[in-house]
C-alpha cells in the first residue's frame, strides 16, 4: 500500500472516529471512539509527516474565522511521550506564546487501559483581535500512536458549555477490538 493510500485511510479512519463510530487506522488495531455534537463539520485535514490533523467548527463558521473549534490529531508512530509528557511541552509552549496565559490540570491516569492527561489552557489574547482562547486538551497514548483531542473556544464558555465539553472528552476513548482487556466500550 502506498504512503499516499495509508494517508488517506487515516485521514478517512479519523472522520469516521469523529462521526461518534469507532474506527480502525491502518497498521492498527486500536481505535479512537470519540461522539461529536451535531452540527459540526470538517473545515481542514492535513497530513505532515506521521501528524493527522482533522479540525472541524459549528456550521456558520469557517476555518479562518471561528469562535469554537473540535481539533483531532494522531501522532503515528509516537508510543515513546507520554500524555503527561506532551502536556508539559504545550504547556511551555503555550506559555511562552502567551506571557498572560494561565494553565489548569483537569486529570492524569488512566481509562480502558490507556494512559491519558486532561488539561485547559487559556489566553486572554489569542490570533483573533480582541478575543480570548481557552482550549481543552485531553491526550491518550495508545499501544502505537498518540492522539489528542481538543476543544476551543474564542469566548469564556458558560458553566454549561464547559460541562458539555468535558463529558465530550470523557467520552473520547481508546479501544483494541481484538483485545480482551481494551474492548470497545
Same mark, same amino acid.
Given at each position: 500500500?502506498?504512503?499516499? &493510500?495509508?494517508?488517506?485511510?487515516?485521514?478517512?479512519? /479519523? %472522520?469516521?472516529?469523529?462521526?461518534?463510530?469507532?474506527?480502525?487506522?491502518?497498521? @492498527?488495531?486500536?481505535?479512537?471512539?470519540?461522539?461529536?455534537?451535531e452540527?459540526?463539520?470538517?473545515?481542514? @485535514?492535513?497530513?505532515?509527516?506521521?501528524?493527522?490533523?482533522? #479540525?472541524?467548527?459549528? !456550521?456558520? @463558521?469557517?476555518? =479562518?474565522?471561528?469562535?469554537?473549534? %473540535?481539533?483531532?490529531?494522531?501522532?503515528?508512530?509516537?508510543?515513546?511521550?507520554?500524555?503527561? =509528557?506532551? &502536556? +508539559? #511541552?504545550?504547556? &511551555?509552549?503555550?506559555l511562552? !506564546?502567551?506571557?498572560?496565559?494561565?494553565y489548569?490540570?483537569? /486529570?492524569?491516569?488512566?481509562? !480502558?487501559?490507556?494512559? $491519558?492527561? $486532561?488539561?485547559? %489552557?487559556?489566553?486572554? *489574547?489569542?490570533r +483573533?483581535?480582541?478575543?480570548? #482562547?481557552?482550549?481543552?486538551?485531553?491526550?491518550?497514548?495508545?499501544? #502505537?500512536?498518540? *492522539?489528542?483531542?481538543?476543544? +476551543?473556544?474564542?469566548?469564556?464558555?458558560?458553566?454549561?458549555?464547559?460541562?458539555?465539553? /468535558?463529558?465530550?472528552? &470523557? @467520552?473520547?476513548?481508546?479501544?483494541?477490538?481484538?483485545?480482551? +482487556?481494551?474492548? %470497545?466500550?
Amino acid at each position: 500500500m502506498t504512503a499516499a &493510500r495509508r494517508s488517506g485511510l487515516v485521514a478517512l479512519g /479519523m %472522520l469516521a472516529a469523529l462521526a461518534g463510530g469507532c474506527a480502525s487506522l491502518p497498521q @492498527q488495531g486500536e481505535q479512537l471512539q470519540l461522539g461529536v455534537p451535531e452540527g459540526y463539520r470538517v473545515v481542514h @485535514q492535513d497530513t505532515r509527516g506521521p501528524i493527522y490533523t482533522t #479540525e472541524m467548527v459549528p !456550521n456558520g @463558521q469557517s476555518s =479562518e474565522d471561528w469562535l469554537e473549534m %473540535l481539533t483531532t490529531q494522531l501522532y503515528a508512530g509516537l508510543k515513546s511521550v507520554s500524555p503527561a =509528557e506532551f &502536556r +508539559a #511541552e504545550s504547556q &511551555r509552549k503555550w506559555l511562552t !506564546n502567551c506571557r498572560e496565559g494561565s494553565y489548569t490540570e483537569v /486529570m492524569t491516569g488512566d481509562e !480502558n487501559g490507556y494512559p $491519558v492527561a $486532561v488539561w485547559m %489552557l487559556s489566553c486572554p *489574547y489569542s490570533r +483573533a483581535p480582541g478575543r480570548p #482562547e481557552h482550549t481543552w486538551f485531553k491526550a491518550i497514548r495508545g499501544g #502505537e500512536s498518540l *492522539y489528542v483531542v481538543q476543544k +476551543a473556544f474564542r469566548f469564556e464558555p458558560s458553566p454549561e458549555q464547559s460541562r458539555l465539553w /468535558m463529558r465530550t472528552l &470523557r @467520552q473520547a476513548t481508546m479501544c483494541a477490538p481484538g483485545k480482551p +482487556a481494551r474492548p %470497545l466500550p
